[in-house]
């Protein structure tokens, strides 16, 4: 089992920087996508940003191009996401997710997810 962690969610005025962590614990792994989502109430959850765990590949929502960065530290399981220039609209409750692309499972099997830490950007 995978328990993921997040932390760095705050307030912040527009224009700021905030950087958010994911740690893992648990079950070593070494495949997958590790990244975030994010989701306001009443709205579905949003992806924001991944990195392919054994590549370092990454992948950025068109919304967060340029703005935010994601990268990892693969001795500490952890991810991390830069988010600069914040923006008002990138208020949310940010999720961490671990799926670790395992074939023929279902996803509770293979994908986890963080409890969520509040961004609020105010103008």
């Known amino acids: 089992q995978v328990q993921l962690v997040e932390s760095g969610g705050g307030l912040v005025q527009a224009g700021e920087s905030l950087r958010l962590s994911c740690a893992a614990s648990g079950r070593p792994f070494n495949r997958g996508h590790m990244g975030w989502y994010r989701q306001v109430p009443g709205k579905e959850r949003e992806f924001v940003a991944n990195i392919q765990w054994s590549t370092g590949n990454t992948s950025h929502a068109d919304s967060v191009k340029g703005r935010f960065s994601i990268s990892k530290d693969g001795a500490k399981k952890t991810v991390y996401l830069q988010m600069n220039n914040l923006k008002p609209e990138d208020t949310a409750i940010y999720y961490c997710?671990?799926?670790?692309?395992?074939?023929?499972?279902?996803?509770?099997?293979?994908?986890?997810w963080g409890r969520g830490t509040q961004v609020t950007v105010f103008s």
């Open positions: 997710n671990l799926d670790l692309d395992t074939p023929f499972m279902t996803t509770s099997q293979r994908q986890f």
